[in-house]
RNA sequence: GCCCCCAUCGUCUAGCGGCCUAGGACGUGGCCCUCUCAAGGCCAAGACGGGGGUUCGAGUCCCCCUGGGGGCACCA
């Protein structure tokens, strides 16, 4: 029999990094054994869903190359996926439960149960509601169900013990006097999370269910429905929750917030967000997929980051490129402890998996943020094109990140924008200005124009100068991009070019003189 | 409160009774390289939560405690 899992993500507007991980184990075991991964929408809450809130999901989940065999788009033997067009099959098995003896229709009011709440909690007990109704015939309760539109409670066997052996928890246990009789079907028709789930599972031939550890506590009900409707098990596998950076706790939209660090809301900035928006865009919250999206991260070292979180190959591998991870993973070898989301480690690898990307690929991934931040302009001339491939070649291993051009590389494409630190730091040196003036003279000769000579050509000047070859370097780099960092001098020069060199240091020139008065 | 789960460096992890004076990676600190930053090289600090057992021998098996987490809806 092959192997069916599934990923059922509600839709809720967003791609929710644990919700990825969980996907993507799904996902690596259906690979690694040949099956079928099915992708299934769970929308019958319809309160909460909106019908555009379903697509940043998809694009997520191809961005990242997790891509479905079964679901919305691609369709598949057991269409519909989306859970609110299968009402008829729920309501079918919610019928076979109430004659069968093992589901009735909820004879208590909501002031009954909420009172039983409150004894409870008052008097320490546990809630647990035993539904007035329990006792009803099955035709009995099919005729009041049908008559009435009461809410349909499971009715849980008393006095068995309910034996899980998860393929990553192994032996869970629970006594089922300890549950209370779960509605399965609202008063409306619309079938619960615990009820639809093994409907469709059933229907879906799901063999495989890997899910996060927070479904544990369902996993004795859904066992017993499954065993109510005449279905056999599923495997089960209970993988463990992601953490927030530092914390135990659950990775959260609200608690990630402050992982926007100074330096990402600069590159979000130049990329046109208001700070509003970074404060408060879903896309833009580091708990989701298309954060790191919008900051050029590669997907790929997402996906390898988000394996490795929790699940382990050996004792050295972090880098493990997909077919690997495809051909050696397996639910023995995830963690049973839960695993705190490390944005540095992550930040890491996306610069070990940048290093290996082609020349040409960066070029391409770095356009779209030059565009965005106004640097270039459509359409892009061959010209500037080639000056965008040498500029991506000077950042070299700087950039990790496709975002990261605008960090490195922005003063490439607009005047410099001085850092009065930095000017005051490397240029308001007394003399340095009839220095640099000198070696423009100097530049004005050099041929040809490239880093290899104009090094020469600055180490020569220095020494007849008896200048500081460290002093000069810095002082020419504030004067022709504004800031300390960057790339090679040298490199930066040769990509300016001669007359463009010549400007910025007369710039730079009449920015100390503005500055000094 | 009740049920369930979990427990090795700050973080991700290796360890499946002796190869462990506990290994790797990220991060951190120092040094080197160097025109800055990044990368790279070298070095360092850094963990088996506590207590009982079992055993010739326990990070590894069992129990208790402690701590952390998840769940207790006509949400998923």
Known sequence: MSVRTR????????????????????????????GQFVLRIDDTDVERNVPEALQPILDGFRWLGILWDEGPEVGGPYAPYFQSQRLQLYQQAAQQLVESGHAYPCLATVEELDAERKAAEAAKRPYIHRGKGRDLSPTEALQIWREKRLPLRFKIPLGRKIVLDDLIRKRVEWETDLLGDPVIVRSDGRPLYNFATVVDDIAMKITHVIRAAEHLSNTPIQMLIFEALGANLPAFAHVPVVCEPGSR???SKRDMQKFVTAEVRAKLRALGYSDAEIDNRIDLNPATVAYYRELGYLPQALVNYLGRLGWSLDDHSEIIPLEEMIRHFSLERVNDAPASFDPDKLYWMAGEYMRQLPLDEKVAGVIPYLLRAGLVHEPIDPATREK???VVEACGERLKLFSDILTYGAFFFRDPQYDPSAVQKRLAKPGMLEILERFASVLQQTEPWDAEHLET???QFCEREQVKPGDLIHALRVSTTGVTVGPGLFDILAILGRDETLRRLQLARTQVLARTG
Do not use: E
Not at 8 to 33: M, Q
């Open 7 to 34: 990923f059922a993500p509600s839709p809720t507007g967003y791609l929710h990094i644990g919700g990825v991980r969980t996907a993507l184990f799904n996902w690596l075991f259906t690979r690694r054994h040949g």
């Open 249 to 251: 706790k659950k990775l």
């Open 457 to 459: 050509a600055l180490r």
């Open 388 to 390: 965008i491939r040498r």
